[in-house]
C-alpha cells in the first residue's frame, strides 16, 4: 500500500498527487529534492526518510519527477513497475499538453488511470511472490564469469593438488603416542614436528602380514635404533632446547631514560618567567600583518587560453547527436569518465554514484538543433560536480562568531580527525584569521594523549601574541592547558567556562587524532561533542586521500550518532581540507567529502604559513577536476 504518490516538475509546480496526510510532502518530498534531486545524487532511484522509503522516476524531456512513498518496513516489489507503467501512460496520453509548459498551472486528472495502474502492479507483485524459483540461467553462474586462462590445466597442476591432498591427509591422521626413552617435556615441545613412521622401521607407511599396531610418531631429533621401540637422542635437540630456554630478551634503546626522569621531561608545568623570555626572543614576521583581514580569499586556478576539445571530451565523440539519448548511449563514454574521475583522486565508489547521477540525468534528454552531445555531457557533469560542491547550508564563521558576542557567548569549534592531517596546524591559521578580525582567541589544549601536542600550541600562542600584543592588557590569543592525561570533555567544559568569565569571543578545541575504527577514541569524541555543544563540529582531512575519505567520514558520522543519547545527535557541520598545494590538480578528495556528508568545505589549506588559508571555490575544483 502506497502512502503517497505525487508528479512534480523539476521547477516545484505540482502537477498530481495522492497522499495520506500534508506532512508527507511537507517533509519527506521536500526532503528527496534538497537532498537528492539538487544535489545530483540521482544514481540510486530509493531514497528514506524517517519512517518512508521514496522511490523516484525522472523524465528528463518534460522535466518531470514521479515519487512514490511507502512505509521502510514493507517490501513492495511492485513500485518500479508502477513508475514505469504510470510513467508510459502519462507520457503516451498527455505528451502534446507536457510540451506545453502552461499547462503544468492546470495540473493532471488522473485518479482513474492511478487506481487502474496502481491495482494492476499490485497483482502482478503478487504473482511474481507465489511464483516458484526458477534455476539460474548459465550467464548467472560462477563458472560463466571464468577466463579461458583459468580453465588451462597446466602438466604441474595435478602433482602439486596431489602434493596437497596427501599432506592434509598426513595432517588429519597424525597423533601423538610413540613408544622409547623420552622426557615427558621433551614430548610437549618436539610432537608437534613429528614424522610418521610404521611399525617396521621400512618408514614406507605400509604393514607386512601379521602386523596389527598402529604407525607410531618420531618426533624431530630423534633417531631411530635398529631394535624395535628403541629411539636415541640427536645431539641437536639439546641445542634448540637451550635456545628455547633463553626467551626473549627487552630491546634497550639508547637515551631511552627511565620512568624516573619523567619530571624532569614535563614541560607542561608553567613557568613563570618562560613565557615572558620566550616573547621577547621571537621576532614574528610583521609582513604578514593585515592579510587575513575580512573573508578569506577563494582558492585561485589558472585556465588555459586556448580551449580545445581534449581530456575528457574526446571521451564523448563516438557518441550519436541530434537523437534522444538513452543509458546505452552514454554507458561506454561514462566507463571511461569513471576511470578519469578516479585518477583525479574521486573516491572510486562516488565516481560510479556521479557516473550513474548523470546517465540518469541524460536518460531521455532530447537534443536541440545547435547542441552536440559532448557539450551536453559536459554542461551535465560541470552541473552535478558544482551541485555537490554547492553546500546546502552556508557557514559564515565570522558573522556568527560576532552574534555570539553580542548574546554574551563565545563561538566554539571543534576540530576533529585522524592521526596527522594538520588539526593543529590549520587551528593556528584559522586562530591568526580570527584575530586579525579583531577577535580574541582561546585555543583549548583537548589533545591530552600526543606527546607534544600542548607545546605546539604554547609556541603557535606565543608567535600569534607576539604578531598581535596584548590590547588593553589582555592577550589576543589564550592557552588552556591541564596537561596529559586528562579526561578531554572535562577540559573543553572548563576552557567555554573560562572564555564565558572572561568574554572570550571564540574558543578553538583541539582533539586528539584518532582512526575511525578505533571505538573507545570515538566514545571519547561523542561524548566531548555531546556534553559541550560546539557551535561548529569540523572534520579536518587530507586533500591526499581517495577512497579512505569516504571510510573516515562514513564511520566518524556513524560513531557521532551511535555513541550519543540524543534523539538528533551532533554530526559532522563542515570540513577542513589540508595540505591542497601538494596534489596538483588532483582535487578529488573535494567531490568525496561533499558527497559523502552534504556538507560545505569550510577551510582549505595550502601551505605552512598562516596566510595560507582559503575557501573553496567550486568552480575551480570544477575545472581542475575537467583538466
Given amino acids: 500500500m502506497l502512502d503517497l504518490f505525487v508528479i512534480f516538475s523539476q521547477g516545484g509546480i505540482v502537477l498530481w498527487c ?108 503478487i504473482q511474481i511472490a507465489n511464483q516458484p524459483k526458477s534455476m539460474r540461467t548459465f550467464e548467472e553462474s560462477r563458472k560463466s564469469k571464468k577466463t579461458v586462462a583459468s580453465m588451462i590445466e597446466r602438466p604441474g597442476d595435478k602433482t602439486q593438488d596431489k602434493k596437497n591432498v596427501k599432506n592434509k591427509k598426513q595432517e588429519s591422521n597424525k597423533t601423538i603416542s610413540y613408544h622409547g626413552d623420552v622426557n615427558e617435556n621433551e614430548e610437549n615441545e618436539e610432537a608437534m614436528d613429528a614424522e610418521i613412521f610404521d611399525s617396521n622401521g621400512t618408514g614406507d607407511g605400509g604393514y607386512q602380514e601379521g602386523d596389527f599396531e598402529l604407525p607410531k610418531l618420531v618426533p624431530k631429533g630423534i633417531q631411530r635404533k635398529p631394535g624395535p621401540g628403541k629411539f636415541t637422542k640427536s645431539p641437536k635437540s639439546k641445542t634448540m632446547k637451550a635456545e ?7 630491546r634497550l634503546w639508547e637515551l631511552g631514560g627511565s620512568p624516573k626522569d619523567l619530571a624532569s621531561l614535563d614541560r607542561t608545568i608553567k613557568d613563570s618567567d618562560s613565557s615572558t623570555i620566550s616573547l621577547q626572543e621571537i621576532n614574528p614576521d610583521q609582513s604578514i600583518l593585515g592579510k587575513m583581514k575580512g573573508m578569506i580569499k577563494p582558492l585561485e586556478v589558472v585556465e588555459d587560453d586556448k580551449k580545445k576539445e581534449s581530456g575528457v571530451l574526446n571521451l564523448f565523440k563516438g557518441l550519436v547527436s541530434g537523437k534522444t539519448l538513452t543509458i546505452d548511449d552514454v554507458t561506454p563514454s561514462l566507463e571511461k569518465l569513471k576511470d ?73 569549534i571543534t576540530f576533529c580527525g585522524v592521526n596527522g592531517v594538520g588539526k593543529s596546524t590549520n587551528l593556528a591559521k584559522i586562530c591568526f584569521w580570527l584575530i586579525e578580525n579583531d577577535l580574541r582567541v582561546l585555543v583549548a589544549a583537548c589533545d591530552t594523549f600526543r606527546a607534544g601536542a600542548v607545546e605546539q600550541l604554547r609556541t603557535h600562542s606565543r608567535h600569534l601574541n607576539a604578531l598581535h600584543p596584548p590590547k588593553g592588557g589582555k592577550a589576543c590569543v589564550e592557552l588552556y592547558e591541564k596537561g596529559y592525561g586528562k579526561d578531554a570533555a572535562g577540559v573543553a567544559s572548563e576552557a567555554i567556562s573560562y572564555a564565558k568569565d572572561n568574554r572570550i569571543d571564540v574558543v578553538l578545541v583541539d582533539t586528539a587524532g584518532r582512526m575511525q575504527d578505533n571505538e573507545p577514541l570515538m566514545r571519547a569524541l561523542a561524548k566531548l561533542i555531546r556534553v559541550n555543544e560546539p557551535d561548529l563540529v569540523l572534520f579536518v582531512g587530507e586533500a591526499l586521500v581517495g577512497n579512505e575519505a569516504v571510510d573516515q567520514l562514513v564511520k566518524f558520522n556513524r560513531a557521532l550518532a551511535d555513541f550519543s543519547d540524543q534523539t538528533h545527535p551532533r554530526l559532522i557541520d563542515g570540513m577542513v581540507l589540508t595540505k591542497f598545494d601538494t596534489i596538483d590538480d588532483k582535487v578529488g578528495a573535494a567531490v568525496s567529502m561533499a558527497y559523502i556528508t552534504g556538507q560545505p568545505i569550510v577551510f582549505v589549506g595550502t601551505g605552512q604559513t598562516y596566510t595560507d588559508l582559503r575557501a573553496l571555490d567550486s568552480n575551480a575544483v570544477v575545472a581542475a577536476l575537467m583538466k
Fill in 18 to 125: 495522492c497522499q495520506g496526510s500534508k506532512d508527507i510532502i511537507l517533509t519527506s518530498v521536500n526532503a528527496l529534492i534538497r537532498s537528492v534531486i539538487l544535489q545530483e545524487r540521482t544514481g540510486d532511484n530509493c531514497y528514506e526518510h524517517g519512517q518512508l522509503t521514496l522511490q523516484y522516476k525522472l523524465d528528463n524531456e518534460f522535466e518531470l519527477v514521479f515519487v512514490a512513498g511507502y512505509q521502510k518496513m514493507l517490501k513492495l516489489s511492485y513500485v518500479d513497475k508502477f513508475l514505469d507503467d504510470i510513467h508510459r501512460e502519462i507520457r503516451d496520453r498527455f505528451r502534446t499538453k507536457l510540451a506545453d509548459k502552461r499547462f503544468h498551472a492546470i495540473g493532471l486528472a488522473i485518479e482513474d488511470l492511478y487506481a487502474e495502474v496502481l491495482q494492476k502492479a499490485e497483482v502482478w507483485g
Fill in 244 to 250: 628455547k630456554d633463553k626467551g626473549k630478551k627487552p
Fill in 340 to 412: 578519469h574521475l578516479i585518477s583525479k583522486n574521486v573516491a572510486s565508489e562516488v565516481a560510479v554514484k556521479l557516473c550513474e547521477s548523470v546517465a540518469t540525468k541524460l536518460n531521455g534528454k532530447v537534443l536541440g538543433t545547435f547542441q552536440t552531445v559532448s557539450s551536453t555531457v559536459r554542461s551535465a557533469l560541470e552541473g552535478a560536480l558544482l551541485a555537490l560542491l554547492r553546500p546546502k547550508r552556508q557557514v559564515d564563521v565570522l558573522r556568527e562568531a560576532l552574534e555570539a558576542r553580542r548574546q554574551g557567548r563565545p563561538f566554539v
